[in-house]
């Protein structure tokens, strides 16, 4: 069974600071992965989409990255605002999806 | 477009009762998702359709049925509610199975 982790679970930087979260999972045999934010008490909204194919996406300040033998994924944020602060969440999909637990991000004014 | 829209939004409901939650989506996308969130476990895929006319178990399918009714609409069903599925519930869709995945807003069930 694939497993996700996403660490830290919990992140706290000063407004204008450039950042990395982190997304790591056990089985390359992967399609692709996945960056989603969540709002408290919302619903999922997709950032960016890395086809396994694929090295990198990128999205205004965002920008993913995917090394499938290492089984990691990183989420770079530049420039953060405060507006940022939610919960990050990376998703692989192969045969299933499997979501990590998330990275809360507070981005301090 | 409202993309993924589920309903109810909340509800409590006693421990057998039965119930169903509706998700519905306008995208023309051919895969639906049931997902699961539960605190310090993640989002959970409990079904999905990869197209009309196909359901298959995602990671947690016990205790729950699913119904692709059309390629809008796509159904989960809680026979005989228990306490442990108090969770908040997601349904999403994608393009084709493998693309980018896009949520609905999520119910919050709760059993007593």
């Known amino acids: 069974k694939q497993e996700v982790t996403q660490i830290p679970a919990a992140l706290s930087v000063p407004e204008g600071e450039n950042l990395v979260l982190n997304c790591s999972f056990t089985?390359?045999?992967?399609?692709?992965l996945q960056w989603f934010r969540q709002d408290p008490g919302k619903g999922l909204t997709s950032l960016l989409l890395?086809?396994?194919?694929?090295r990198e996406q990128t999205s205004g300040r965002l920008n993913a990255s995917l090394d499938k033998s290492s089984g990691r994924s990183t989420l770079y944020i530049a420039a953060s605002q405060p507006g940022d602060s939610a919960t990050y969440l990376c998703?692989?999909?192969?045969?299933?999806?499997?979501f990590g637990t998330g990275t809360s991000l507070t981005v301090i004014p | 477009n409202a993309g993924v829209t589920q309903t109810p939004k909340f509800q409590v409901l006693k421990t057998g009762q039965s119930m169903t939650l509706q998700c519905a989506q306008d995208?023309?996308?051919?895969?639906m998702y049931w997902y699961r969130q539960d605190p310090g476990m993640g989002l959970r895929l409990i079904y999905y359709?990869?197209?009309?006319?196909?359901?298959d178990k995602g990671e947690v399918p016990n205790g729950y049925n699913v119904s692709r009714l059309n390629k809008r609409e796509f159904s989960l069903r809680l026979e005989s509610a228990a306490p442990s599925q108090t969770s908040v519930y997601f349904c999403?869709?994608?393009?084709?199975?493998?693309?980018?995945?896009?949520f609905g807003p999520g119910t919050r069930l709760t059993v007593l």
């Open positions: 890395i086809q396994s194919s694929q």
């Open positions: 998703a692989v999909g192969g045969n299933q999806f499997y």
């Open positions: 089985d390359s045999a992967i399609y692709n």
């Open positions: 999403a869709s994608s393009p084709m199975w493998g693309n980018e995945q896009f």
């Open positions: 995208m023309n996308h051919n895969s």
């Open positions: 359709s990869a197209s009309e006319g196909t359901t």
